[in-house]
């Protein structure tokens, strides 16, 4: 069994910007040191509602980049999708305002020894750790193709300074509103042949990855995914935030996404058994 | 000597073991005791209660597991576990080496299995007590929780009584799920529990608006949080009127040291922290030190000196 991530810390953090990008919020934190252990693919957990707040749990972000130098020392930055009351209430903060921040959490994603031919995947604000993987990858001699898909243009979330960091940005919407009309997983086959793809990197809805490494596994790929389950703690005390897991001796067993995960590798997961307990599962009892 | 100048006495009690912080950890909230340790000594805790450990493997139900609720949250995890085997052979040794004083938290599904589950902790070196938690489907009485049922209650406790030998106290843990708690807390008692568990979790349910479907895989839950405080005060009250001399591990939204106090004063011996570790994994720590101020303030010099003070006349 894995642990939790040994890095992570409770830390009161001050923002010191928020701004509207689109359908999403960007926020940058001051995090002194917590900054450079900070890995792409971690996520922190978000206390939310202030003191008194019928709000009990922490809500799960995924860290967008992480910087341990410049005018106000370590910063991590999150994109934020104000959809429910908790992330309503951050994205409502001030500059100043201090957020109790648990983190980094979570397994990040691994790098190529060898400087390899890589494709990001990300869907809606799932493309935010995405960009910050970019940057690792392309430091390591990687060549790094992105695509992005939403339901509609103003739900990618691709921001200048991101996309420097990739050799090709494909975005796809739903409605057509940009790039090419329809789902990301309709352009990934020409996109693997045209590149010579080695390793996938996804992130985003569920349904998504599970279509992602379909492809993946036809194409003989490595494909790591950051999935996304409901967590009520994010350091791995409560057992809500379970999916079906094959561990590595084979056997399906109803792993933590905020220990084991959020990046996993793609093939052991249990796609079609999501929200289930599939027959054969370890301690199956029905 | 003026009170206020004696050493405060932070210690609680059940059966023959002595604890030396009135703060545990409630069963279920504290993963397996690695996890929390990132963030706080577990030594600082009374015990670690550990999850509810079943005889076999248990995979735990389907996702979702959990909903949040106002001031609370629901939850269905379905005792997902290692098994007692396991267990000793990885979570115990852990804890121990750790540093933790360990109460284990027993489920079984028949009245044999808790039999067979204390068989096997007997004599584990390094334990302090065992929980035995009664709110789990009976098999053999077509799934009717035994906590609902006295005489089931009753044969469970006598049963692990039996087994654990002398030495172990054992704490049952009661539901408020039930029209007479004092009658259930006096039919385990009388069994030989050494102290209680109050309260467990309530039975509860949220549903969707959107896709008008509960929002749980396991359609009910077991609330907990802030939103189930009062239910813990008044079942604690009540059971500490009828049974003065049991201690009571009391629970049930604390998340602070003035929660605590309250638990303490309805009749609680002990307090432990369940949903607010998930909130804030330090919540203890803050819960012990500003349990132990406001106790001062008002004057006790001992957590056990301001057990059931609400009671007085």
């Known amino acids: 069994m894995s642990s939790i991530n040994r890095r992570a810390q409770q830390r009161n953090l001050e923002i010191i910007s928020n701004k509207k990008v689109g359908a999403y919020h960007h926020m940058v934190l001051a995090a002194g040191d917590m900054a450079q252990h900070c890995s792409a693919g971690n996520f922190v957990a978000v206390s939310v509602g202030g003191t008194g707040s019928s709000m009990i749990l922490r809500r799960a972000f995924a860290i967008y980049r ?15 999708a104000p959809q429910g009351q908790g992330s309503r209430w951050l994205t409502s903060l001030d500059i100043h305002d201090v957020v109790d921040i648990v983190g980094p959490l979570g397994t990040s994603f691994g790098i190529p020894t060898e400087p390899a031919s890589a494709l990001l995947v990300g869907g809606g604000y799932g493309s935010a750790p995405l960009f910050g993987l970019a940057e690792v990858l392309k430091e390591r001699g990687c060549r790094v193709d992105m695509v992005l898909g939403a339901s509609s243009a103003g739900k990618i979330y691709a921001p200048l300074e991101g996309k420097r960091s990739v050799n090709s940005l494909t975005i796809t919407t739903e409605d057509g509103g940009a790039g090419i009309k329809g789902r990301v997983t309709q352009v990934l086959p020409d996109l693997i042949e045209k590149h010579g793809i080695e390793i996938i990197y996804s992130c985003g809805p569920m349904p998504m990855i599970a279509a992602i490494e379909e492809i993946s596994f036809k194409a003989g790929l490595v494909h790591q995914c950051a999935v996304e389950e409901a967590m009520a703690c994010g350091i791995g005390i409560c057992m809500t935030c379970v999916l079906p897991v094959r561990d590595p001796d084979g056997v399906i067993k109803m792993t933590r996404s905020c220990i084991d995960g959020p990046v996993m590798d793609g093939s052991r997961v249990i796609w079609d058994s999501l929200r289930k307990v599939p027959l054969g599962t370890w301690g199956f009892d029905g | ?106 489920s079984g599904e028949t009245i044999e299995e808790y039999a067979s589950l204390a068989r096997k902790l007997r004599g584990v070196p390094g334990i302090s007590g065992i929980e035995v938690n009664i709110s789990c489907p009976n098999v053999e009485n077509r799934g009717m929780v035994f906590a609902c049922d006295p005489v089931a209650s009753k044969l469970v406790v006598e049963s692990v009584r039996r087994n654990i030998g002398g030495e172990l106290p054992t704490i049952v843990k ?49 609330l907990s949080g802030p939103a189930i405080r009062p239910v813990a005060v008044r079942a604690i009250y009540q059971v500490h009127a009828a049974f003065k001399g049991i201690p009571i591990l009391g629970m049930g939204g604390v998340a602070s040291g003035r929660d605590a106090l309250e638990l303490i004063m309805a009749g609680a011996s002990a307090i432990a922290v369940g949903t607010a570790n998930f909130g ?10 500003e349990l132990i101020e406001l106790l001062k303030e008002r004057g006790f010099n001992s957590v056990a000196s301001a057990v059931g003070v609400a009671h007085e006349k």
Do not use: H
């Not at chain 2, 504290?30 to 990132?38: F, T």
């Not at chain 2, 804030?280 to 030190?289: F, G, H, L, Q, R």
């Open chain 2, 280 to 289: 804030d994994p330090t919540a203890v720590i803050k819960v012990k030190s």
């Open chain 1, 66 to 80: 992480a910087s341990d130098r410049g005018q106000y020392g370590g910063t991590i930055e999150l994109v934020i």
């Open chain 2, 174 to 222: 009661l539901s408020p799920d039930v029209t007479d708690l004092v009658a259930i807390a006096g039919e385990v008692i009388a069994a030989g529990a050494d102290g209680l568990a109050l309260i467990n979790t309530l039975l509860g349910m949220a549903i969707d608006i959107d896709n008008m479907r509960p929002k749980l895989a396991g359609m009910t839950g077991g």
């Open chain 2, 1 to 106: 000597m003026d009170k206020q100048y004696q050493a405060f006495d932070p210690r609680c009690r059940f059966g023959r073991k002595s604890f030396p912080s009135p703060i545990f950890t409630a069963s279920g909230c504290a993963g397996s005791g690695k996890e929390l340790s990132q963030f706080i000594g577990l030594d600082e805790l009374g015990a670690v209660v550990t999850k509810s450990i079943s005889v076999k493997p248990r995979s735990g139900r389907a996702t979702p597991r959990m909903a949040e609720t106002p001031s609370g949250m629901l939850n269905s995890i379905g005792l997902q576990g290692p098994g007692i085997d396991q267990f000793l052979a990885e979570d115990i040794p852990w804890l121990i080496a750790n540093d933790a004083r360990v109460i284990v938290s027993i």
